[in-house]
């Protein structure tokens, strides 16, 4: 039980415990899907940080159909005719694949043969529709190319805050697979390049075009958290950036003012961008820093063949993900690394540095891991390191302030100031889980107590013996703090006083030290006594003397008492050596030399250090009550002056 008390109470079990609470707490906030908002936005602004190929140009050219166009062709849709008419100027201009983003489910009469005549003898031609029954919002594809490969679906993945990030391969009914648009587009411009899709010989469950592998996103990726990832989804990463095509307009095709440079052997991809038809979608756009911005249809079907091309010729794979254990892992890391660097932290600005520290670190690791391919989670890392320091630092700023409360209540009242900031500025070696640190110190222990008090204070009136007895106190302990002792108790009319408390010293040079300030400490007693008695005689007082008894040796040094009470004192044979001293005799005024008022007993330890810096009197070897062996003691006798 002690040794889990122990445990319980130290700094390192402290910072252990929240760094678990706070990680689990985050991980438990993150699994509610809490934070895939602020994770998805720091996936975007990745994306736009993230250092681009500058070598790289998709073939890929958009041709547009915009609301001036829609005025000048004076009809929407467009009929049959002027959608044949636009596709084969295109393909006059021998373009790889051509992908018409407009619903043809039902004739537009005129030209409703020339498009079928067209579309069915240009297999490069690739048309769209929309998945599911019509009932339920799908659109058809154009009767001609129903039952052909010619035909992908445009539907697009939006997620919860309303922006595109995910883009589709397949979607499936229990009995029908549909292509994706952008896939049999991409997919057809690759068939020249000897590029198909197959199965990853290594990982069956994902599909392999070119040289990159693309696994299905599944709920739990990334941020996501029970994402509804039907079908076979991938994550949009945009590696050379959501680019600008080159675009031109329908309007330019029926001019001739195309080079064929912009359409040879390229992907090119028609579609509407016209306000009034609202073929738009919300996304993060990277190409010019980013943000968040409406992209029409055709484009975004162009980001997404462009990323699958990209992948297929470069080999630039999706992102990757670590499973849950890895990232619960890198997230209770962050909060146990949180909790360690509060230990540290010393104050508000090292705070604020080492806070700012840890996020640019965290940003910093996480954005290298991006350029790398894989996703860390970024935003709960930030949040478990900033907790756990947040936490432990509070705990560390409340600890240090009980622990200075307590250094106040024990020795503030019986040291001098400048003491009691030292002691204040070294208190890590006082403490022991949060109590005083019980320790062997080599001091001099230094009692005092007046002779006869007890008659002069039974003939005294309570308010004038407290007034006497208090300057009496008073005077004592300045002197004592003035010569560094440490006043360890009040006993009535006695005190009593260490020095070399509470720190240990180093040398024998500061215990010869501490021995001649508490002897120096007597005499000045002595002194004090003298200018006392004088002020006792003008008052009618009763003149007292005094008896000092010094011994110094090894004592143990701690607090003593309750949580109610307490107080840091010396207990042990030296202890009882410097009483025994001072009470010598008491019964006998012959114990006193003369007509001094005091009385200065100290032990051979003491002697062995202050010889020759005072006359010493040689008692002898004394018998004292309490203690079987006689002890040596000596009588210091200071000069007149």
């Given at each position: 039980m002690r040794w889990l008390r122990q445990c319980w109470s130290s700094s390192i079990t402290?910072?252990?415990?929240m760094s678990l609470v706070i990680g689990a707490l985050v991980v438990g906030v993150r699994t509610k899907g809490w934070l895939e908002p602020l994770e998805l936005a720091a996936y975007d602004l990745s994306l736009a940080i993230e250092p681009k190929p500058s070598d790289y140009a998709p073939p890929i050219t958009l041709i547009t159909i915009t609301e001036a166009g829609i005025q000048r062709l004076r009809h929407w849709p467009l009929t049959d005719a002027m959608l044949a008419t636009v596709l084969q100027l295109l393909l006059d201009l021998s373009p790889r694949v051509i992908g018409f983003d407009i619903y043809r489910d039902l004739p537009i009469p005129p030209g409703h043969a020339q498009f079928n005549a067209l579309v069915r003898e240009n297999r490069n031609v690739v048309g769209i529709m929309k998945y599911g029954?019509?009932?339920?919002?799908?659109?058809a594809p154009p009767p001609v190319l129903k039952e052909s490969d010619q035909i992908g679906f445009s539907d697009m993945v939006v997620d919860a805050d309303g922006l595109v990030r995910r883009g589709l391969f397949f979607l499936d009914d229990g009995h029908t697979i549909s292509s994706s648009f952008a896939l049999v587009v991409a997919l057809r411009y690759l068939e020249d390049e000897g590029i198909g899709l197959v199965p990853d010989p290594l990982v069956p469950t994902s599909l392999k075009i070119g040289r990159t592998t693309f696994p299905p996103l599944e709920p739990n990726d990334g941020a996501y958290v029970e994402a509804d990832t039907r079908g076979y989804q991938f994550l949009l990463d945009f590696p050379h950036g959501t680019f600008m095509f080159p675009t031109y307009t329908a309007e330019d095709v029926l001019d001739g003012k195309i080079p064929m440079e912009a359409i040879r052997d390229r992907i090119v991809l028609l579609g509407v961008v016209a306000e009034g038809v609202k073929d738009y979608f919300w996304m993060a756009t990277h190409h010019d820093g980013w943000r968040v911005q409406r992209v029409a249809g055709v484009k975004l079907?162009?980001?997404m063949?462009?990323?699958?091309?990209?992948?297929?010729?470069?080999?630039?794979?999706?992102?990757?993900?670590?499973?849950?254990r890895g990232e619960s892992s890198w997230i209770i890391g962050w909060a146990a690394l949180g909790s360690v660097s509060g230990l540290l932290v010393g104050g508000i600005w090292s705070f604020i540095a080492v806070a700012f520290g840890g996020f640019l670190l965290i940003g910093t690791l996480v954005l290298w891991a991006f350029v790398l391919g894989w996703w860390l989670p970024s935003v709960p890392a930030m949040l478990a390191w900033g907790g756990a320091l947040s936490l432990m630092t509070a705990y560390k700023v409340n600890k240090e302030k009980r622990e200075r409360q307590l250094v106040e209540r024990v020795f503030s009242p019986y040291v001098a100031p400048e003491v009691a900031q030292a002691i204040w500025l070294n208190c890590k070696q006082l403490f022991d889980r949060g109590r005083l640190r019980p320790q062997m110190l080599v001091v001099t222990v230094l009692f005092c107590d007046l002779e006869g008090f007890t008659p002069v204070a039974e003939s005294m009136d309570p308010e004038?013996?407290?007034?006497?007895?208090?300057?009496y106190m008073d005077e004592m302990t300045k002197v004592i703090m003035d010569h560094g002792g440490v006043i360890d108790d009040y006993y009535g009319d006695a005190i009593k006083a260490n020095f070399g408390v509470p720190f240990p010293r180093a040398n024998e040079m500061a215990i010869r030290d501490d021995a001649i300030n508490a002897v120096r400490c007597a005499v000045a007693m002595e002194r004090a006594m003298n200018d006392m008695q004088a002020r006792w005689w003008e008052n009618q007082w009763s003149a007292l003397r005094l008896r000092i008894g010094i011994c110094t040796g090894s004592v143990m040094a701690g607090s003593l008492g309750s949580a109610w009470r307490l107080k840091y004192t010396t207990v042990g044979d030296t202890v009882n050596i410097a009483a025994r001293l001072e009470s010598l005799h008491k019964e006998s005024q012959a114990s006193f030399s003369g007509e001094r008022v005091c009385r200065i007993l100290i032990a051979e330890s003491t002697k062995r250090y202050v010889?020759?810096?005072w006359s010493l009197y040689d008692l002898g070897e004394i018998q004292v009550k309490g203690k079987q062996q006689v002890i040596h003691a000596y009588r210091v006798v200071p000069s007149a002056g």
């Open positions: 402290w910072g252990l415990a029954p019509v009932a339920k919002g799908g659109i079907h162009g980001d063949v462009s990323q699958i091309v990209h992948a297929a010729l470069l080999g630039n794979p999706p992102r990757r993900f670590w499973d849950d004038r013996l407290m007034e006497w007895l208090n300057a010889e020759g810096l």
